[in-house]
């Protein structure tokens, strides 16, 4: 008992103690509530910050390779640039296709579902198709690709679980006639071959991985290619091999001054609409991939080798007057002189042996020296992937140096040996080939000077009087001083020359009085035809194609004819 104090009586009065038990529960059961709300927030900055933390993890980690997660609708395949030729003809371009999918999660009844999708679809795997949507799967491609019409059929079918979504699709107008430049693209639209593959390699590529190139517009790319030229050439090609029942074909037309190729036909070629004709075997690109002997061609480079020592010029003589017996062969002529020539006859009459000579008179390191400044000991580089090796011997000998000096003993690739010989006509300068446009002064920043100007003006002096006086007659074209070397060389078959199977080329520039263009031509295994009297060599196949080619396509580049009076007769007017 407690006390009270009492006003007046000066004493405090006893109190009696008394209890609350409704407040007492209330204070415990705040206490508790108190707990249990510091518990549960610590429990959730837990959770949350292993949550957290996990994230971090995983967003520190890098994988071998990226996985991605297709979701129903999502955009897959990647956007494209445009790809022009030098003048603004569309070679390669993005369309928006759609394509069909499956969550099999979601079919109700698979039997119906297949009996319903191969009515639109018949080319579908009925066997494959059941495995896929019966497997549990989120996501499955149906089609990739298809028709309008066949989207249009699909929805009107109504099947549960089937959906749409656009993608793009590569498309290339001038199909065949730029394939093996432009190359070709997968499903996926990634770039797989030609300057396709380079753009990924490039820069696309990286866009691609970052994600930033699935439905951007990105700006059109154009190449040094000149469709019409191209189609002129690839169109002189099919002739060629229909005339002379070549197995195949190949040419390209490059600019002397600097590197642009204007055309480049390999055939058989494929439709890049059609990506299975790409792995047919016969359909390589024999410009860049190829590598062949090159036969009498090559002398062209010999000549200019022996020419740029100093120690000999056009009036200096070899002895061709006999064969030339090394190692049990014999080196001999086709049509020999049997007499000392110069060189300027040598090079008209395309002698083996009086080349023979002049490579042994250069020397084994000069010769191999000369070649390996031409690039011809490394493969060439350019923006297409495709590429050969050059093949060589590992033991260099002096029969090496005799044989290959005539083009036989080593193979290059015949883009390679176009660009080597722009050289030997553009002042002297070797400019790597490119497949995009290049200005004159972005050229003569690349270009390694590989003989003198005074060679080159030789050289120029010679090609020109093959073709007037030589073995390259046929491939005059009127107003434009068309000049050139052949080149007739037997194929190898198991090990050895074959006696009845040749590769013909003819290398050429014009107008040799101020070149502009050089134009390779290559037929491999033509016949001997009655238009031919039976001849099967590059002066009657090669040589007259590469002048055809040269007559189409000169108006197209801008070069005008030019024809001056000859020993007094009246100028020839002409139209074209």
Do not use: C
């Not at 000998?397 to 030997?424: D, K, N």
Request: no cysteine; net charge neutral; proline share 6%.
């Amino acid at each position: 008992m407690s006390s009270a104090y009492l006003p007046g009586l000066g004493f405090a009065a006893p109190r009696t103690a008394t209890r609350d038990p409704a407040g007492a529960e209330t204070a415990r059961l705040d206490r508790q509530a108190r707990v249990r709300l510091i518990l549960a927030i610590v429990a959730f900055a837990t959770i949350y910050a292993v949550i957290a933390g996990r994230l971090v993890v995983l967003a520190s980690l890098t994988p071998a390779s990226p996985v991605h997660y297709l979701s129903p609708g999502e955009q897959v395949s990647h956007a494209r640039p445009e790809i022009l030729d030098r003048v603004g003809n569309v070679l390669a371009t993005d369309i928006m296709v759609p394509s069909v999918y499956a969550e099999p999660v979601r079919i109700v009844d698979v039997d119906e579902t297949i009996e319903k999708l191969t009515t639109v679809l018949p080319d579908l795997d009925r066997t494959d198709l059941r495995r896929r949507l019966t497997s549990g799967r989120d996501f499955i491609w149906i089609k990739r690709e298809i028709s309008p019409a066949e989207r249009a059929a699909i929805h009107r079918l109504g099947i549960p679980g089937i959906g749409f979504t656009e993608e793009n699709k590569r498309v290339y107008p001038a199909g065949a006639i730029t394939g093996h430049v432009v190359g070709l693209v997968n499903v996926d639209n990634l770039g797989i071959a030609g300057y396709e593959k380079h753009l990924d390699v490039a820069w696309l590529g990286a866009l691609h991985q970052a994600g930033l190139a699935h439905t951007a517009r990105l700006e059109p790319v154009t190449l040094s290619i000149d469709l019409r030229a191209q189609h002129a050439v690839r169109d002189e090609l099919i002739r060629a091999m229909d005339t002379f029942k070549a197995k195949a074909a190949a040419a390209t037309v490059i600019d002397v001054h600097t590197g642009e190729i204007l055309a480049m036909v390999s055939l058989p070629d494929f439709d890049p609409q059609r990506p299975s004709e790409a792995l047919e075997p016969d359909r390589i690109n024999r410009m860049t991939t190829g590598v062949y002997e090159l036969g009498s061609a090559f002398k062209a480079f010999t000549t200019a080798m022996t020419l740029d020592t100093g120690r000999f010029d056009l009036k200096s003589t070899f002895d061709a007057r006999s064969p030339i017996r090394v190692g049990g062969n014999t080196i001999g002529d086709y049509h020999g002189k049997n007499r000392i020539l110069t060189i300027e006859e040598i090079y008209i009459h395309s002698s083996n042996i009086g080349t023979a000579r002049m490579a042994l008179a250069v020397g084994i390191e000069g010769h191999k020296e000369f070649l390996r400044k031409l690039g011809f000991f490394d493969r060439l580089e350019t923006e297409l992937p495709e590429s050969g090796a050059p093949l060589y011997p590992k033991v260099w000998r002096e029969v090496s140096t005799m044989t290959i000096a005539f083009g036989h003993g080593m193979s290059v690739s015949p883009l390679q040996a176009a660009a080597a010989s722009a050289a030997l006509v553009n002042g002297g300068k070797l400019i790597p080939p490119t497949f995009e446009p290049r200005s004159r002064e972005a050229a003569d920043r690349l270009a390694r000077q590989v003989i003198s100007p005074q060679t080159s003006d030789m050289m120029r002096y010679l090609m020109r009087l093959n073709v007037v006086k030589g073995t390259a007659k046929k491939a005059d074209v009127p107003g434009y001083s068309v000049g050139g070397k052949t080149g007739t060389a037997e194929k190898v078959v198991n090990g050895r020359y074959s006696g009845n199977k040749v590769l013909t080329t003819f290398l050429s520039t014009f107008p040799t009085t101020d070149p502009k263009y050089v134009v390779f031509v290559m037929l491999d295994e033509p016949i001997g035809t009655t238009e031919t009297h039976g001849y099967r060599t590059a002066g009657w196949n090669a040589a007259p194609t590469a002048g055809r080619i040269i007559g189409r396509v000169a108006p197209i580049l801008g070069v005008p004819p030019e024809f001056a009076p000859i020993d007094g007769e009246e100028p020839l007017t002409v139209s074209y």
